[in-house]
């Protein structure tokens, strides 16, 4: 879900992604690239992201990805349920 | 959509790894970047680049794996490189595969026919809710075949009161000549109820189906559906065949309709014409016996299909139609009469049932033999050759590949084998039931042959079961080695045993498919030697084929005296007999029989025959008690029997002027004749002789010997009427086509033999190949030593005649067992028939010395010196 959020802001390559989930969640989570690079492949299987070559910032050749219209409504999908599931959380930690 | 995808990418998997590594690269230089630009020193760099990767080439695979599961890839890889192995190694490829294959498409082509005549229901739209419906006599008789069908009338009132079924339909089947084709054999019609093509769904490849009013009696008319194949070959496909007329036993048909391509009808035999069943009455118009089939509530038997309503069990079918069949019966004063429902496959008709299950269970047994050999052989080879490999699997198991990885990969490669040896098999499969059907039967059953999802689903099945029974233990044994023993080459004395135990079950085994078709071949042979009881060699059979349209009982009668009477006065026709079957003929004819006293729930069938002229002075058939037939007996009721006959049912020597009651009949026992093979050569049955009743055209026996008997004889029936077809063959012609079928499959068995035989002798030469190999060195020493070379040759016959005189042992105490299942078979022959046991003995004795002669030659021949040198 971290990684389709990032992507929705636009395209970007695995490090851009790696490292825009740091930066914003200001150094609180970080992905090794054991788990991204699968979880990537695993978008990709499933057509939420698509990927393509073109050249960084640096002038070399990476990999981009961007989302897909899928990939938009997953994301749509997911926060709403991953709300959903935040909000019941708190609630019983504030009641119970 | 996903599994697309994956597919899109499994066909890139090289380029998705090269661009992951590259992207993981580009990754791992711009964190290096990074961390240079934080101002590190370059060997903490380095270091932190690396803590902060982790492990590359692992996340690389999990990446990979996204798209294509680990066990999957392996597999893959396994196979490629089996397939590569095997192409290095391309004859010992070739020996594997084509055994396999010939073993795998014997059993498929077996199960080709049994998917044919077992799992294959009719062409017809949802063949599932179709069944054939038997009724069973409650009452009588005892024996033989108690299933039949029904009469029409019976059929018609089932039809239209049956709530439980969208319909009944009735078939008969009948011989008719296409045109004016004269020659040849006749064609199969099926006459039909009205609401054949209906009921059954079956599609129309051109015009109609049957219309109500066509099979309404008052108004027959002449219409005809053909076939598929019958329009194809017969009628040239003619597209403008509909609404044409063509001459069905010389009247004219106009066709209606062409069934669809798949479709050859619902009787054992292939249909190529259906005619309702009203316009019998224009083919046969002099048939007497026509509107009592048509009316006769008790006129026996036509077979009756039902379509069940959508949701009717067959349980609520067969309840309903035996309480209509109940009302039917009382409304026409008839014995009440159970209702049996079976599919539709061929073998599903009770009365055959048992038959042929029997035979199916015999040629899969002996299928499933040959491929156990063929796995024992092809074990073997797989042997020798992990013997060969030893090193490169020690290798692998010493440099960390766990047994259960490399075990995996060698059963891969016997995949990859029982793979190639499938495919291989199905075609087998394709190609070899209709040939030897076509060759066995003179005409081809209505079966059809297609390698469908069953066929598929069993030789994958078999394939997989295979690989495992010839992979597993080669690949138990080649991995379990000592890593240090096996580097330097030492041989192993358990492997020899593993390969003596399959050499020995591989004799066994071929014991078993030698000794059975042994015996059937000394079956057959000793049914052909038998002494049938009567003359063979110089005897003509002369059939008579009278144009069905213009002959009732009455002018066969008529022909018949007619003909005698000629007969009579042509003194080189002397002596002739006439008889409703001639010997050894394949149809027989049962008459229920019971003794006077007793009362009707005593019936049985007896084997009935009926005769005129001098029969038994032509075959040379003594009478032996009483007296055989005059002319006036015909009109007395007098009945002959054989001994068989009176010995079981009349009290042997009190038979003579006994009453029976035949049919509805009571007769007189006048004479006994002497028992003979002529209804079978297997056994003698009791067996009644009856007066030529001219119910249809008997056949004519003449002594060959007296020169033109055949031609005069021709003459004098073109002279009564010469649109008489005559055909004469020798009677010596007969019995060969009744013991064709047996000879036939002793004939397959004998292949199944051989190829045993063949099987067992490869595998014996290849493991004393073996024997002699390992013990090079050994039999150096001795030579070395001083020992003569016919010691070491008894050395290597000792060794390599233990498995085979055990396998020989085994494999004859089995086929003693095996030969009581297949005794009924054996036309009399003991199943355990010492020349058979004896030659199949001497036959593999004969094989294991061939096999083991090169061998011990070269064993001979070992220079002692160079065996010390070898390695």
């Known amino acids: 879900m971290l990684v389709l959020r990032i992507l929705a802001r636009g395209r970007a390559h695995g490090y851009g992604i790696a490292q825009h989930i740091k930066s914003v969640s200001e150094d609180v989570l970080q992905v090794g690239e054991s788990s991204l690079y699968p979880a990537l492949q695993r978008l990709l299987l499933n057509g939420w992201v698509k990927a393509e070559w073109g050249a960084s910032e640096n002038n070399r050749r990476a990999r981009f990805y961007s989302l897909t219209p899928a990939g938009r409504k997953q994301l749509v999908t997911e926060r709403e349920e991953f709300q959903r599931i935040i909000v019941a959380i708190q609630k019983v930690l504030e009641n119970a | ?871």
């Open chain 2, 1 to 871: 959509m996903r599994l697309l995808r994956r597919l899109q990418t499994l066909f890139r998997l090289g380029r998705v790894d090269a661009e992951l590594h590259e992207e993981m690269e580009f990754h791992r230089a711009m964190k290096k970047r990074e961390l240079e630009r934080s101002g590190l020193s370059e060997k903490d760099v380095t270091g932190a680049v690396a803590r902060a990767m982790g492990n590359m080439t692992g996340a690389r695979e999990e990446a990979r794996g996204v798209w294509l599961p680990g066990w999957a890839e392996s597999l893959f890889q396994d196979s490629v490189y089996a397939v590569r192995n095997l192409r290095r190694q391309p004859g010992f490829a070739v020996v594997a595969i084509g055994t396999l294959a010939a073993a795998i498409g014997l059993n498929t082509s077996v199960f080709t026919v049994f998917a044919a005549a077992a799992l294959r229901p009719w062409a017809v739209r949802e063949p599932g809710r179709v069944v054939s419906v038997y009724s069973f006599a409650t009452h009588v008789p005892q024996g033989a075949n108690n299933a039949m069908g029904f009469s029409i009338a019976e059929s018609r009132f089932l039809d239209s009161n049956s709530k439980s079924c969208d319909g009944l339909v009735a078939t008969r089947h009948s011989y008719v000549r296409f045109g004016s084709d004269k020659t040849g054999r006749p064609s199969n019609a099926m006459i039909v109820t009205g609401n054949y093509f209906r009921v059954l769904g079956v599609g129309m490849e051109r015009g109609r189906e049957f219309m109500r009013e066509e099979d309404l009696a008052p108004v027959p008319q002449p219409v005809t559906i053909l076939s598929y194949p019958a329009w194809q070959n017969r009628l040239g496909g003619d597209p403008e065949i509909v609404g044409k007329q063509i001459r069905l036993d010389d009247v004219p048909f106009t066709v209606v309709g062409v069934a669809s391509r798949d479709f050859t009808g619902t009787a054992s035999l292939r249909a190529d014409a259906w005619i309702p069943f009203a316009s019998l009455r224009l083919l046969r118009p002099l048939d007497g016996s026509v509107p009592d089939l048509l009316e006769k509530p008790d006129y026996c038997c036509s077979a009756v299909a039902a379509r069940l309503r959508p949701g009717v069990t067959r349980a609520q079918a067969r309840t309903e139609l035996e309480l209509l069949s109940r009302r039917f019966h009382m409304e026409h004063s008839l014995e009440p009469d159970a209702i049996l429902l079976t599919d539709t496959a061929m073998v599903s008709h009770p009365g055959s049932k048992g038959k042929i299950t029997v035979m199916f269970s015999l040629m899969f047994a002996g299928v499933f033999l040959v491929l156990l050999l063929a796995c024992a052989n092809v074990g073997n080879l797989l042997i020798a050759r992990a013997a060969a490999r030893q090193r490169e699997i020690a290798t692998r198991l010493s440099i960390g590949a766990s047994r259960r990885r490399i075990i995996r990969q060698l059963l891969t490669e016997s995949l990859v084998l029982a793979t190639a040896a499938g495919l291989l098999g199905v075609g087998i499969a394709y190609i070899l039931p209709p040939y030897v059907l076509a060759r066995a039967m003179d005409q081809p059953p209505n079966l059809r042959f297609e390698p469908d999802m069953y066929v598929m689903a069993f030789s994958v099945a078999l394939s997989a079961v295979a690989s495992v029974l010839f992979g597993l233990a080669p690949a138990l044994h080649a991995t379990r080695v000592s890593v240090a023993g096996a580097m330097k080459e030492q041989p192993f004395g358990s492997r020899l045993r593993l390969r003596s135990v399959l050499l020995g079950a591989q004799v066994a085994l071929s014991v078993i498919l030698l000794v059975a078709a042994g015996l059937m071949m000394r079956g057959v042979q000793h049914a052909s030697e038998r002494n049938p009881g009567f003359e063979v060699n110089n005897i003509s059979v002369i059939s008579f084929e009278l144009p069905a349209n213009s002959y009732n009982p009455g002018r066969i009668r008529t022909l018949l005296s007619g003909l005698q009477d000629a007969l009579g006065n042509a003194p080189n026709l002397h002596p002739y007999g006439l008889a409703r079957t001639a010997p050894f003929a394949n149809g027989h004819w049962w008459t229920s029989f019971r003794l006077r006293g007793e009362d009707a729930t005593r019936e049985r069938l007896i084997e009935t025959q009926e005769v005129a002229g001098d029969y038994f002075g032509v075959l040379g058939v003594p009478i032996v008690s009483g007296q055989g037939f005059e002319p006036s007996d015909a009109r007395r009721g007098a009945v002959l029997v054989n001994e068989t006959m009176a010995r079981q049912y009349l009290g042997d020597e009190h038979a003579l002027g006994r009453t029976v009651i035949l049919g509805k009949e009571a007769r007189e026992v006048v004479g006994i004749v002497k028992d003979t093979y002529a209804t079978g050569l297997d056994s003698i049955e009791p067996l009644i002789y009856a007066p030529v009743s001219g119910r249809e055209m008997p056949r004519l026996l003449l002594r060959s010997s007296s020169a033109g008997a055949v031609d005069s004889a021709t003459a004098i029936a073109k002279r009564l009427d010469p649109r008489i077809q005559v055909r004469a063959e020798p009677l010596a012609a007969q019995l060969e086509r009744h013991l064709s079928p047996a000879r036939t499959a002793s004939a397959l068995a004998a292949m199944l033999g051989l190829l045993a035989l063949t099987l067992a002798s490869v595998g014996m030469s290849g493991v004393f190949a073996y024997v002699v190999r390992q013990r090079t060195r050994e039999i150096g020493i001795r030579m070395a030593l001083g020992a003569a070379p016919s010691q070491i040759l008894g050395l290597v016959l000792g060794t390599c005649s233990r498995p085979v005189l055990v396998g020989l042992a085994v494999g004859v105490l089995m086929s003693g067992a095996v030969s009581r299942i297949i005794h009924s078979f054996l036309y009399g022959l003991s199943g355990f028939d010492p020349v058979t046991y004896g030659a199949v003995c001497l036959v593999l004795s004969a094989a294991a010395i061939t096999a083991s002669w090169l061998p011990a030659r070269r064993a001979m021949r070992v220079e002692p010196v160079e065996a010390l040198r070898y390695e």
